[in-house]
């Protein structure tokens, strides 16, 4: 089965910097979308970034200009840089992607367990 796994997050101050990797595992043939959502207690996932298979990005509005979504095709892996971080950017990060596994077979969507941020002085 296929299997996402996050790695990155920490404790870090206002104002400081972040890179969270998201590699991807098992039976895949092909991944277009890969993204990254939030989450904080009590709260829905919000969409944070996507980037297609040949580096097109989406950016949710507050995030524009501080996080930068990157990925590797020949690792089937994404990162997320954030920098400038601010105490409302804390949150469980997961990794999202929609992945093909064989020829012929449907899209499916997968998630990753999340890693946390914390962003406090």
């Known amino acids: 089965q296929v299997q996402l796994v996050e790695s990155g997050g920490g404790l870090v101050q206002p104002g400081g910097s972040l890179r969270l990797s998201c590699a991807a595992s098992?039976?895949?043939?092909?991944?277009?979308?890969m993204a990254w959502y939030r989450q904080t207690p009590g709260k829905q996932r919000e969409f944070v970034a996507s980037i297609d298979s040949v580096g097109g990005t989406d950016y949710a509005d507050s995030m524009k200009g501080r996080f930068t979504i990157s990925r590797d095709n020949t690792k089937n892996t994404v990162f997320l840089q954030m920098n400038s971080l601010k105490p409302e950017d804390t949150a469980v990060y997961y990794c999202?992607?929609?992945?093909?596994?064989?020829?012929?077979?449907?899209?499916?969507?997968?998630w990753g367990q999340g890693t946390q941020v914390t962003v406090s002085s």
């Open positions: 098992g039976s895949i043939f092909s991944i277009d979308p």
């Open positions: 999202y992607a929609t992945i093909k596994r064989a020829p012929g077979w449907n899209w499916s969507t997968y």
